[in-house]
């Protein structure tokens, strides 16, 4: 090393070794050291005098490697030391260059400049609370925030006014806890912005030090307006409360199914409700679904719309019966989903839909159906009765007086036939309920009062279906009107006793009538077919199905009638 790189005088030597920073001395044509002092060498690791002669590449590369600011060197062993480096330049030639460094403390570095940036640009205002004097000191982000002018300090008093009494001693709680217990905290308060008194959210946190040395007690933080954000989040929770309330009212199930592992979540009670699943048993996976909980036929269905969904990325629209857990019952459910995927281009990793329970409406469904199949057929049956009823009417009356009243009784007997079906929920009739009805004017008072024995019923409970109550209630009418002019009750001794009974076998039920009248006139055989024959005939015979034998002994007249009875149609009941 030539002797003018070095200093000359001793006490400039000792200042250099013995100096508490690290110094430098390079070749501004080389970029060589030309000397190192023994704090520097410490610094890097090196031994005294072993950087001397050495390339400045053994610190580091790049091209600000030497200049002024903070740097990262490496040591001899390898790692990375930040310092930071000041220039200074030389007396003796501007060849040479002296350079001053010091170790940086990573705290510095991360409260550098460059930072704060970071932190305003992130929306975050630095604050400082000194125990010793009170004062609330801001940075300029923070005043921003606050709304007051920068470089302002604030006191209890004038921050507290900016809140309501309430939010300031929340504070007030907050940061003495912190102070105390020594602890980090973070907390959110309503306050109005000074200036404006615009109302505001904000955010801080922050951190008590506690006092050393001469160092008072501080509590250092940072703080954000957060108004937008927690108005965003207010506004998404309304929303899925509002959500959450139109699930509920609807009855809907609301889940999420994750296709990689087949796991599901079920987001609401509603869900559990449905398959008959405690919460604590978790959802089900589509392979336990559609393998143990879907009933066996309607699986490849399901399967189908599953796959359709996703093939022409639709919405899923699926029906099918569940056997619902703890009671075994058989459900019929509805579900509706999309599949979601984590991006555009990539394939659906989620299904997220709704199920119902469609159990009653399907029933209500299928009922209003079989109810309308009803309607067709009895209109038919009745308009063929009413058909029957004009023409043998026509045919017996001997004048348009007769025929009226004729016909006009029987449509009125064929009315409050259907006025009975149709006020009975089961659409059924009475049998005890038509023949009382027809019988009532007859009688001496009830037909089961005692001494009003001119009407005698007897037999058990019996209703009579649809289709067969209005041919048995128009054959009644015809029977009672028949009674009334030429039998047992055109005249005041005569009786009429109507006893039945049912049987039941393999073929089912069967209904045994018979009508028999004592005390009228005297009873010939007719000498032709009149309407009442006719009508037993073509209406009970055709409708009926039933056996009918008719006998003239000279004490009154008598008829049997065996009658199938129908099986109650299920559907028609509103309670099954």
């Given at each position: 090393m030539p002797g003018d790189a070095r200093p000359q005088a001793d006490p400039y030597?000792?200042?250099?070794?013995?100096?508490?920073?690290?110094?430098?001395?390079?070749?501004?044509?080389?970029?060589?050291?030309?000397?190192?002092?023994?704090?520097?060498?410490?610094?890097?690791?090196?031994?005294?005098?072993?950087?001397?002669?050495?390339?400045?590449?053994?610190?580091?590369?790049?091209?600000?490697?030497?200049?002024?600011?903070?740097r990262s060197w490496i040591t001899a062993n390898g790692s990375r030391l930040d310092v930071r480096i000041r220039t200074s330049p030389s007396s003796d030639?501007?060849?040479l260059r002296t350079l001053v460094v010091e170790r940086v403390d990573t705290?510095?570095?991360?409260?550098?400049?460059?930072?704060?940036?970071?932190?305003?640009?992130?929306?975050?205002?630095?604050?400082?609370?000194?125990?010793?004097?009170?004062?609330?000191?801001?940075?300029?982000?923070?005043?921003?925030?606050?709304?007051?002018?920068?470089?302002?300090?604030?006191?209890?008093?004038?921050?507290?006014?900016?809140?309501?009494?309430?939010?300031?001693?929340?504070v007030k709680t907050t940061i003495r806890?912190?102070?105390?217990?020594?602890?980090?905290?973070?907390?959110?308060?309503?306050?109005?912005?000074?200036?404006?008194?615009?109302?505001?959210r904000i955010?801080?946190?922050?951190?008590?030090?506690?006092?050393?040395?001469?160092?008072?007690?501080?509590?250092v933080g940072v703080l954000q307006d957060v108004t937008t954000r927690l108005g965003a989040r207010d506004a998404l929770r309304e929303s899925e409360e509002r959500l959450r309330i139109a699930t509920s009212l609807a009855e809907l199930g609301i889940f999420e199914w994750h296709m990689l592992d087949d796991q599901a979540v079920w987001e609401n009670e509603r869900m559990f409700a449905i398959f008959g699943r405690r919460s604590e048993e978790g959802a089900l996976g589509k392979r336990e679904f559609l393998g143990t909980v879907l009933h066996p036929d309607d699986r490849p269905a399901f399967r189908r719309a599953i796959s359709m969904a996703l093939r022409d990325d639709s919405t899923l629209q699926a029906s099918g019966r569940i056997q619902r857990s703890g009671d075994g019952a058989w459900r019929i459910i509805d579900m509706a989903g999309r599949f979601e995927s984590d991006a555009p281009d990539r394939l659906p990793r989620r299904l997220i839909g709704v199920v119902a329970d469609v159990t009653e409406r399907r029933i209500a469904e299928e009922r209003q159906a079989l109810l309308i199949r009803e309607l067709h057929h009895r209109v038919k049956n009745t308009l063929a009765t009413v058909q029957a009823i004009?023409?043998?009417?026509?045919?017996?009356?001997?004048?348009?007086?007769?025929?009226?009243?004729?016909?006009?009784?029987?449509?009125?007997?064929l009315a409050h036939t259907h006025s009975v079906l149709t006020e009975d929920a089961w659409q059924t009739a009475s049998l005890r309920n038509l023949l009382e009805n027809e019988l009532r004017p007859y009688g001496d008072g009830a037909s089961d009062a005692p001494g009003a024995r001119r009407i005698v019923l007897d037999g058990p409970p019996v209703d009579l279906a649809s289709e067969v109550a209005v041919?048995?209630?128009?054959?009644?009418?015809?029977?009672?009107?028949?009674?009334?002019?030429?039998?047992?009750?055109?005249?005041?001794?005569?009786?009429?006793?109507?006893?039945?009974?049912?049987?039941?076998?393999?073929?089912?039920?069967?209904?045994?009538?018979?009508?028999?009248?004592?005390?009228g006139p005297r009873v010939r055989p007719p000498t032709r077919q009149g309407f009442g024959s006719r009508l037993l005939q073509r209406v009970l015979t055709a409708q009926v199905r039933a056996d009918i034998a008719a006998s003239y002994p000279p004490e009154g007249f008598r008829l049997t009638m065996r009658a199938p009875l129908p099986a109650r149609t299920e559907g028609l009941n509103p309670l099954a």
């Open positions: 030597r000792r200042s250099f070794d013995e100096a508490g920073i690290g110094l430098v001395i390079l070749d501004g044509g080389t970029d060589r050291i030309l000397d190192a002092n023994p704090h520097l060498t410490t610094l890097l690791g090196y031994e005294a005098g072993s950087l001397t002669g050495r390339a400045v590449t053994i610190l580091g590369d790049g091209p600000d490697l030497l200049s002024a600011g903070i030639t501007e060849a705290d510095e570095i991360v409260r550098s400049e460059e930072n704060r940036s970071a932190l305003t640009a992130a929306g975050l205002g630095e604050w400082r609370l000194d125990l010793a004097d009170g004062l609330l000191r801001v940075s300029r982000r923070a005043a921003h925030i606050l709304g007051v002018p920068p470089g302002t300090s604030l006191t209890w008093t004038q921050l507290s006014d900016l809140m309501d009494a309430p939010e300031a001693e929340k806890a912190a102070i105390r217990d020594r602890a980090p905290f973070a907390i959110e308060t309503r306050l109005r912005r000074a200036g404006d008194s615009v109302a505001v955010s801080a946190r922050g951190q008590a030090i506690a006092a050393t040395g001469d160092r008072p007690g501080i509590v004009v023409g043998s009417t026509a045919r017996t009356a001997s004048s348009i007086e007769s025929f009226y009243e004729a016909f006009v009784g029987r449509i009125m007997s041919p048995i209630g128009m054959a009644i009418h015809e029977l009672t009107t028949n009674a009334a002019k030429h039998g047992a009750l055109s005249t005041q001794e005569g009786r009429v006793a109507i006893v039945w009974s049912v049987t039941e076998d393999a073929a089912g039920k069967t209904l045994h009538l018979d009508w028999s009248e004592f005390g």
